[in-house]
C-alpha cells in the first residue's frame, strides 16, 4: 500500500491543492486561493517528473503509472495552470472567484483519473468527477446562455454516462472483473465485447466531442466564460482521449474496433471542419476545429498496440494542441467573439495578430509548426498498421482546414481597425506561453523524429 501510494503523490497533490483552494475560498480569501492552486499544480508537475519512464500498475493493477498517464500529468498540470490564469480575468471580483480554480483542478484530477485507468470503475470515476465540476463551471455567469448550455451539458452527459455503465456491465458480466487487462479473456463472447466497447465510445466520446458525440460542445463553448471554454477544449478532451487509448490496448483486435476508430476519425475531422466553414462566431468556430482536431487524435489511437508510434504520436500531438488550440482562444479573449471583432487586428496589434496566425497555421499542421510535428506523426503511425486511406483522408481535410482558418486570419489584415480593448497581463502571459511551446515542440522537431523512427 505504502508503494502504491508513493506513486500516486502526484494525484494525492492535486487532490490537497483542490482542497486547499477551496478552504482559501471559504475563508474569503480569493487571491490566497489561486496562488495555493498554481503553487500546488507547479509542485505536482515537479513529483510527475521523477515518475518518467515508469510504467507499473498500483492498486491490483486498477490504476496505471504509465507513459500516457505519466505524460497526462506533465500536459495537463501546466495548462490548468494556464487556464486558470486566464479565469482569473473572468471571474476577479465576483463573489465565487476561488470555486472556479477550486472547480478546475477537480476537473483535472477527474482527468487524470481517466487517462490512468487500468478498471471499468476508473473510467467512470472519472468521467464523473470532470462532469460534475465543468457542469458549474459552464453555468458560472448565471446568465440565460450560460445556463442553457449548462443544462444542455448536463442532459447529454447524464444520457451518455448511464450508456456507458450500462456497456460496462456486460463487459464485467463476460470476464467477471472490472479490470481492463482482463479484457482479452472475453475473445469467446464478442458480442459482449462489442456492446461494452460502442458504451465506452459513447461515454468518452461525448468528453472528447467526438461526432456524434459532440452536439453539447458549441452551445457549451459560446455559453460559459471564454475562459472555461478553453479549457473544457483541452483538459477533459486529452483525458477521455488517453482514457480511450487506455481501453482499446487490451481489446482484441479480431473485434474489429479499428475499424470503428476509423469511421469516427473520418467523422469528426470532416464535419467538424464542414461546420466550422459557416460560423461566424469565432468561439464556435473554435469550438468545430476542436471537434474535428479530436478526430485526428483517434489516428493515433487506432495504432495503440499495433505500432510503437502510437503513443509517441499521441502525446506529442496532445502537447502540440494544448499549445495552440489554449494560445488561440486567448487571443479571442483580448479580441471579441465575432469574426468582425478580428478586423484589422494584425495593423493595430501587430504581435497579436502574429500570434494568432502561428497559432491557427499550427492547428492547420503547417510546418515548422508544433501542430505539423503532431499530424505527421499522427499519419505515420496510421500508415505504419495499414490505414494509409484515412491518413491520406486527414491530409484532405487538412487543407479543409486551411480555408476555415483563413476567416479569421484574412480579416485581421484587411483595411480596418479593431476594437479590442488593451490586453489584461494575464492574457498576455497565457499567449507568450502558449506561442512559445508552439514554436519549441515545432523547431525541435528533428528531436521528437529522431526518437520516434529509431
Avoid: C
Avoid at 450500462?166 to 458480466?173: A, E, K, T, V
Avoid at 471554454?229 to 482499446?248: E, T, W
Amino acid at each position: 500500500m505504502g508503494h502504491d501510494l508513493a506513486l500516486l503523490i502526484p494525484e494525492i497533490a492535486v487532490l490537497l491543492t483542490a482542497v486547499g483552494a477551496l478552504i482559501a475560498e471559504m475563508l474569503r480569501r480569493p487571491r490566497i486561493s489561486l496562488v495555493v492552486a498554481v503553487i500546488g499544480l507547479v509542485v505536482a508537475t515537479g513529483l510527475t517528473l521523477r515518475l518518467l519512464g515508469t510504467d507499473t500498475t498500483i492498486f491490483g493493477g486498477s490504476f496505471r503509472i504509465d507513459t500516457l498517464s505519466i505524460w497526462a500529468k506533465l500536459i495537463l498540470l501546466p495548462t490548468t495552470v494556464l487556464s486558470m490564469l486566464l479565469a482569473r480575468v473572468d471571474v476577479r471580483g465576483s463573489a465565487r472567484e476561488g470555486t472556479v480554480y477550486s472547480l478546475l483542478i477537480f476537473s483535472t484530477l477527474g482527468a487524470l483519473v481517466l487517462a490512468g485507468a487500468g478498471d471499468t470503475m476508473f473510467l467512470v470515476l472519472g468521467t464523473l468527477l470532470t462532469g460534475l465540476a465543468t457542469f458549474a463551471l459552464v453555468a458560472y455567469p448565471d446568465t440565460d446562455p450560460a445556463t442553457e448550455a449548462a443544462m444542455k451539458f448536463f442532459v447529454f452527459a447524464s444520457v451518455t454516462t448511464s450508456i456507458m455503465i450500462f456497456g460496462l456491465s456486460y463487459w464485467f458480466g463476460a470476464s467477471g472483473s472490472t479490470l481492463l487487462v482482463d479484457l482479452p479473456g472475453m475473445d469467446t463472447m464478442p458480442l459482449a465485447v462489442i456492446l461494452g466497447f460502442v458504451a465506452v465510445v459513447v461515454g468518452l466520446g461525448y468528453k472528447a466531442s467526438l461526432v456524434p458525440f459532440h452536439f453539447w460542445a458549441p452551445d457549451a463553448y459560446e455559453g460559459a466564460p471564454l475562459s472555461i471554454a478553453a479549457y473544457l477544449s483541452v483538459v477533459p478532451k486529452i483525458g477521455a482521449l488517453f482514457a480511450l487509448a487506455q481501453v482499446v490496448r487490451e481489446l482484441p483486435l479480431e473485434t474489429g474496433w479499428t475499424v470503428v476508430m476509423a469511421g469516427l476519425a473520418v467523422l469528426s475531422m470532416t464535419y467538424g471542419y464542414l461546420a466550422a466553414l459557416v460560423q461566424d462566431n469565432v468561439i464556435r468556430l473554435l469550438a468545430y476545429s476542436s471537434i474535428a482536431q479530436s478526430g485526428y487524435f483517434l489516428l493515433g489511437i487506432l495504432a495503440v498496440g499495433s505500432s510503437e508510434l502510437a503513443l509517441p504520436s499521441i502525446i506529442l500531438f496532445a502537447a502540440a494542441y494544448v499549445a495552440m488550440n489554449l494560445g488561440a482562444f486567448s487571443v479571442t479573449a483580448t479580441t471579441g467573439r465575432t469574426l468582425s471583432d478580428f478586423d484589422g487586428l494584425g495593423r493595430t496589434r501587430p504581435l497579436m495578430g502574429i500570434a494568432m496566425v502561428i497559432f491557427l497555421l499550427s492547428l492547420v499542421g503547417i510546418p515548422p509548426l508544433a501542430g505539423f510535428v503532431g499530424k505527421f506523426m499522427l499519419f505515420a503511425a496510421a500508415i505504419d498498421v495499414q490505414f494509409t486511406w484515412l491518413a491520406v483522408v486527414a491530409i484532405i481535410n487538412s487543407v479543409l482546414s486551411l480555408a476555415v482558418y483563413l476567416r479569421v486570419i484574412v480579416p485581421m489584415y484587411r483595411a480596418g481597425e479593431s476594437t479590442s480593448a488593451a490586453t489584461d497581463p494575464w492574457h498576455g502571459i497565457a499567449v507568450i506561453t502558449a506561442l512559445a511551446a508552439t514554436l519549441i515542440i515545432g523547431f525541435a522537431a528533428q528531436f521528437f523524429l529522431v526518437r520516434a523512427f529509431a
